[in-house]
């Protein structure tokens, strides 16, 4: 069983749509970081979170620590929003390691 | 600011040979850490380096992989002798402190032949 799981995998949206992606984790973390993958392969930061809740633009982040569960949400999406968004904690035995989910690879269709 | 820079971009060896993938952090980044991607598989972390010193190795493969981080320079992923599995997306990030925010290179994409 993967320390991260996302879901769902795959999604697809019309423009405008609210999106919602779900990150559970099993070990202790310190941090919760959600990444943004392009098709051309670049790996994009978009937060990094340890408690509460951040929001960036349309994008907004929440964590729950003692649900061990994160949820990534895109309002008004946008066929540009189309990539792969990744979840990864750092924590684990060393609190040095990063796990990272499979990714949920989202389609915005105009 | 230019951001991490991870050169070059696409590297094809021939099996056998050495692999030498690069990393220069952000300016004012002295944590580097390095991942691998294999095809149709999610990140995995590989390891964790500050300047002249590994902290954190334990995802990386204990033969034919090294890394270093050097007071000056780089940071460098190496593989020796590679073989067609070592065909993956390598990527590296880095931030100020273990705890501070982080920031992606574009990746290398290594294909041995």
């Known amino acids: 069983k993967n320390e991260v799981e996302q879901s769902p995998q795959n999604l697809t949206a019309q423009e405008g749509e609210f999106i919602t992606i779900n990150c559970s984790y099993s070990?202790?973390?310190?941090?919760l970081h959600w990444l943004q993958q392009h098709p051309g392969g670049g790996i994009v930061s978009l937060f990094m979170l340890s408690s509460g809740k951040k929001k960036h633009g349309r994008l907004i982040a929440t964590i729950n620590i003692q649900e061990k569960h994160s949820s990534l949400h895109i309002t008004a999406s946008h066929p540009r929003d189309s990539a792969v968004y990744i979840c990864?904690?750092?924590?684990?035995?060393?609190?040095?390691?990063?796990?990272f989910g499979t990714g949920t690879s989202l389609t915005v269709i105009p | 600011n230019a951001g991490v820079m991870q050169n070059p971009r696409h590297l094809v060896r021939r099996r056998g040979q050495e692999a030498r993938l690069r990393c220069s952090p952000m300016k004012g980044h002295s944590h580097v850490y390095w991942y691998r991607q294999l095809p149709e598989e999610g990140l995995k972390f590989m390891v964790y380096?500050?300047?002249?010193?590994?902290?954190?190795e334990s995802g990386m493969p204990k033969e034919r992989f090294s890394a270093e981080f050097p007071k000056e320079g780089p940071s460098i992923l190496r593989i020796q002798q590679v073989v067609r599995g070592d065909s993956a997306a390598y990527f590296c990030a880095s931030s100020p402190q273990d705890s501070g925010g982080y920031t992606f290179g574009s990746g290398t994409r290594l294909t041995v032949v």
């Open positions: 990864a904690v750092k924590g684990g035995n060393t609190g040095n390691q990063f796990y």
């Open positions: 380096l500050q300047k002249e010193n590994i902290i954190d």
């Open positions: 070990v202790g973390i310190s941090a």
